[in-house]
T-cell receptor, first 114, second 114 residues
Framework: TQLLEQSPQFLSIQEGENLTVYCNSSSVFSSLQWYRQEPGEGPVLLVTVVTGGEVKKLKRLTFQFGDARKDSSLHITAAQTGDTGLYLCAGAKSRGTSYGKLTFGQGTILTVHP | DTGVSQNPRHKITKRGQNVTFRCDPISEHNRLYWYRQTLGQGPEFLTYFQNEAQLEKSRLLSDRFSAERPKGSFSTLEIQRTEQGDSAMYLC????????????FGPGTRLTVT
């Protein structure tokens, strides 16, 4: 059972287009992380959101944490070919048996064509 | 470079052989995590250490898997009697205790069991 569901799984767009990736769960997380991973490499941390309703911007990337802390979204404006990669969301819990580990979604493979 | 490092980057082994991977975390990080990632999936948690203590192990970690962090610095992950199903990317991450959700990943070790 996937605790974090990402959609879409695949996204193929032209350079300059906008896109949104969604990360949904029935569980509440104390924080949610977004990572970007290139083939053959480890995930690279992009952002952490911890407060319900929080919005963070990183250049052309906008991250939002849902009010109930069960979902998040990543929006990219004017995509570039360098944005191509696997985008992963990961949730963390603050207590209980899940404390200390990240639960990942299955990822969204983004391909930006020139 | 003060990031997380992993060795080797690639390992090809025959079924039934034992393999050992090493992870060197970011020097001031006292938490160290191991994850496994198969093609098309997000990373799955295997185990984590706080200093030298192993605090949690996933059910994914069969008896053939063992991890150590003897001095609270680097860690090793050993797989005995490898099986083809063990083929995956093995990722190591580290964090500070107070910011355990902000985990920084190494480049991974790609294991292929033939």
């Amino acid at each position: 059972t996937q605790l974090l569901e990402q959609s879409p799984q695949f996204l193929s767009i032209q350079e300059g287009e906008n896109l949104t990736v969604y990360c949904n769960s029935s569980s509440v997380f104390s924080s949610l992380q977004w990572y970007r991973q290139e083939p053959g490499e480890g995930p690279v941390l992009l952002v952490t959101v911890v407060t319900g309703g929080e919005v963070k911007k990183l250049k052309r990337l906008t991250f939002q944490f849902g009010d109930a802390r069960k979902d998040s979204s990543l929006h990219i404006t004017a995509a570039q070919t360098g944005d191509t990669g696997l985008y992963l969301c990961a949730g963390a819990k603050s207590r209980g048996t899940s404390y200390g580990k990240l639960t990942f979604g299955q990822g969204t493979i983004l391909t930006v064509h020139p | 470079d003060t990031g997380v490092s992993q060795n080797p980057r690639h390992k090809i082994t025959k079924r039934g052989q034992n393999v050992t991977f090493r992870c060197d975390p970011i020097s001031e990080h006292n938490r160290l995590y191991w994850y496994r990632q198969t093609l098309g999936q997000g990373p799955e948690f295997l185990t984590y250490f706080q200093n030298e203590a192993q605090l949690e192990k996933s059910r994914l970690l069969s008896d053939r898997f063992s991890a150590e962090r003897p001095k609270g610095s680097f860690s090793t992950l050993e797989i005995q009697r490898t099986e083809q199903g063990d083929s995956a990317m093995y990722l190591c991450a580290s964090s500070l205790i107070g910011l355990s959700y902000e985990q920084y990943f190494g480049p991974g070790t790609r294991l292929t069991v033939t």
